[in-house]
């Protein structure tokens, strides 16, 4: 079992970390005040959801960090300035990231894992508030090629899940397929990397969309 | 470091001794003797005993010093723990390559034992012996007709090697292996694994000769990325069928990421077997099924599967059971319908499964049976209804009617035919290099029924049920797929 102390990165960091290693992501921004906000949602198209986003801040839902579905400028422009006031001085250097609002029925989780028999792994599950209940999750030993990532895809237990579902068009293999081996690279290439998690993975129109990630290295 | 001399040394000895052999027929050092004997092994086989007896016939020895130079390769250990590392020494100087040890008292018991243990391993890695066990049951090696074990039975020859944490489910396997007729080429319990664990023995079966698949047991994993790597290695030679026991004793980790809470033990060992291209088989039994359908049947070069059976029910469940598997019920390809509707009265099924309805006469099984392998489409079949004639014939011959009233001669004729039933489904599938799966309850309800009884005598494995027939073909068809995913 790895022991050692470990730290966190923020959403952003943790996303950018992943993102060198060819995981996909929506585009989003990062920026420090109001006004910014306002800006970067305008240029991503509204609806937007802006975050308080940190390196300690791993726990944002919980702390009601996130806004989601914010419309207009006044919304954000309201969102921006609440979440700010929320900080506290233990989240140290804070941030508003503001992305696009990525809606679908479906959610997937994947991140990386360090087995404390196998090393690390990449894992990929049903996700939602059900996922550690329903458990349906797949696991490969780090470094895995294309054809483990199909065969991982292939293994999840709820098949009918990845097809077309409630109006919406199949799951996007290749770009799942994408972030498996993204993440895969990722671990590759970072001995420091204890954990990652990409949850939820929002199937938005097919496309499995990371609107959340964390990442956790060794110190 | 133990390499292929040492196991040869170990499956196949040109003599061994058994240390500490037992003139009371109880003790592991008669038991293990008179198995070696009553196998009817063909190398020099001599034995120690500290007052001299003659044991079964073999005049002993007070020591291994005693015996010639170069006599033997194997010693058997049945004495106590404390005498193993002198034996050891002894054996070396006699040229001796390895040792299997049935002693207890090692890394089983305590850090005192675990001491024990370290300390054998160093002395047969110093000496460049190889140590089997400690705490093991035996060795089987059907080529060399070895049977050194402490435990029964001695199973026919045969395909499977066979390696396992425990020593019982050695003999679990073996017993399915004599019950099926499905062979054993190498077995060991691996005991202890102090120097060779379980993994050595696979790798060695995979550069064997004698063996076609191996099977294994395994609960503890060590080092999980060596035994993935060699897992790897060893499914691109033969297939591995496993089972591992405690897979649900772990649950998910503690950990910071919902990855980790995700990450039970059971299910990262389940996508390492995946990965490597091994069988993960959920129970002793189904291991067993799968690796005797590698043992015995040509590889599936496709998922098209065709059910042939003489009953509805049967052939319903059985397709049931094919949905629920990555295997394909197969539409009837329409020339394949009207070829056995040119041989079949109108009331057979028309459909897959193929369902005769009863409307067989004496040839249709085999042509019938003929006409779905040799058709292009059809990848495999599962044949179902074997040995209804003979169980008939068995109500007729145990009853007060035989032989009158013409029983005897339709009693004859249902054997008869079902042996034919049976030498077809092996000897169609030889021909057309298309697996043919038997199954039927009775051959475990009534084992000397004619019908699974000529299965067995034909080399092939009498499934169960259409169920662990089908979970048999899947295990294999999935195996061809992780290999053609990989080949381009």
């Excluded at chain 2, 007729?181 to 664990?197: F, K, L, M």
């Excluded at chain 2, 193929?354 to 019938?368: C, F, K, Y």
């Amino acid at each position: 079992m790895h022991t050692a102390e470990t730290r966190t990165l923020s959403e952003a960091d943790s996303k950018a970390l992943l993102a060198e290693h060819d995981v996909p992501f929506a585009p989003e921004r990062v920026v420090s005040g109001t006004s910014d906000a306002v800006e970067a949602a305008a240029e991503l198209g509204f609806p937007v959801v802006v975050k308080l986003c940190g390196d300690t801040i791993s726990h944002k839902t919980e702390r009601g960090l996130v806004r989601l579905n914010l419309g207009d400028t006044s919304a954000v422009e309201a969102a921006a300035s609440e979440l700010l006031a929320l900080a506290t001085p233990d989240d140290g250097r804070v941030a508003l990231l503001v992305a696009p609002m990525v809606t679908g029925h479906r959610e997937l989780i994947a991140g990386l894992h360090l087995d404390p028999i196998f090393g690390m792994t990449v894992m990929l599950g049903v996700g939602g508030v059900l996922a550690e209940v329903v458990a349906d999750v797949v696991f490969r030993l780090v470094p895995i090629s294309v054809v483990d990532a199909c065969e991982m895809i292939d293994g999840l237990e709820a098949q009918k899940f990845l097809g077309p579902f409630r109006g919406e068009p199949e799951v996007d293999r290749q770009a799942l397929i994408g972030v498996l081996t993204g993440l895969s690279a990722a671990a590759m290439a970072r001995d420091d990397l204890v954990s990652a998690d990409l949850n939820p993975l929002i199937v938005s129109d097919g496309r499995p969309v990371a609107v959340d990630a964390l990442v956790e290295l060794s110190v | 470091m133990v390499g292929r001399v040492h196991f040869d040394a170990l499956f196949d000895p040109k003599g061994v001794v058994v240390a500490g052999a037992s003139s009371h027929p109880g003790k592991f050092g008669f038991v293990s003797l008179h198995n070696i004997l009553r196998g009817g092994y063909q190398g020099r086989v001599q034995a120690t005993n500290l007052n001299g007896e003659t044991v079964l016939g073999i005049e002993t020895v007070a020591s291994l010093d005693d015996l010639d130079d170069g006599s033997f390769d194997l010693v058997f250990v049945c004495t106590p723990a404390s005498t193993s590392l002198d034996l050891l020494r002894a054996a070396h100087r006699k040229g001796a390559k390895a040792v299997f040890l049935t002693n207890a008292g090692y890394g089983e018991a305590g850090e005192s034992g675990q001491r024990a243990q370290d300390q054998l391993v160093a002395v047969a890695e110093e000496l460049d012996m190889l140590v089997a066990g400690p705490n093991g049951q035996g060795v089987v090696s059907t080529p060399s007709n070895l049977c050194a074990q402490i435990v029964a039975p001695y199973p026919p020859a045969g395909g499977i090697g066979l390696a396992s944490q425990s020593g019982n489910f050695v003999s679990s396997f073996m017993n399915y292996a004599t019950a099926s007729g499905i062979g054993i080429s190498r077995a060991v319990s691996a005991g202890n694994a102090a120097q060779v664990t379980v993994g050595d023995y696979l790798e060695y079966f995979a550069g064997d000769e004698a063996t076609s698949v191996g099977l294994a047991y395994i609960e503890g994993v060590g080092d999980g990325r060596e035994l993935y790597e060699r897992f790897r290695t060893i499914a691109e030679k033969m297939p591995l069928v496993v089972v591992r026991g405690g897979a649900t004793a772990g649950g998910a980790q503690a950990a910071a990421s919902h990855t980790g809470a995700l990450a039970a033990d059971d299910a990262v060992f389940d996508g390492m077997c995946a990965q490597a291209g091994v069988v993960r088989a959920p129970t002793i039994e189904s291991a067993f099924d799968i690796a005797a359908t590698f043992a015995t049947q040509p590889l599936p070069k496709g998922p098209n599967t065709c059910v042939l059976t003489t009953a509805g029910g049967w052939g319903v469940v059985t397709a049931d059971a094919i949905h629920r598997s990555s295997l394909t019920l197969m539409d009837l390809p329409a020339d394949l319908r009207d070829a056995i509707d040119a041989k079949l009265p109108p009331r057979w099924s028309r459909s897959n499964p193929v369902d005769l309805a009863g409307a067989e006469t004496r040839d249709t099984i085999p042509e019938v049976m003929q006409m779905i392998a040799e058709h292009p489409d059809v990848d495999a079949i599962v044949y179902i209804g074997l040995g209804i004639q003979t169980n008939q014939a068995t109500l007729m011959k145990t009853g007060p009617y035989y032989p009158e009233h013409g029983t005897g001669r339709i009693v004859e004729f249902h054997e008869r035919q079902d042996e034919r039933y049976a030498a077809a489904a092996c000897d169609i599938s030889v021909a057309t290099g298309k697996p043919i799966l038997t199954a039927t309850e009775l051959a475990v309800t009534n084992p000397s029924n004619s019908g699974p009884a000529a299965v067995r005598t034909s080399g092939r494995f009498c499934y169960p049920s259409s169920n662990r027939a089908v979970a048999a073909l899947d295990a294999v068809w999935r195996t061809v797929l992780h290999r053609a995913a990989r080949a381009s």
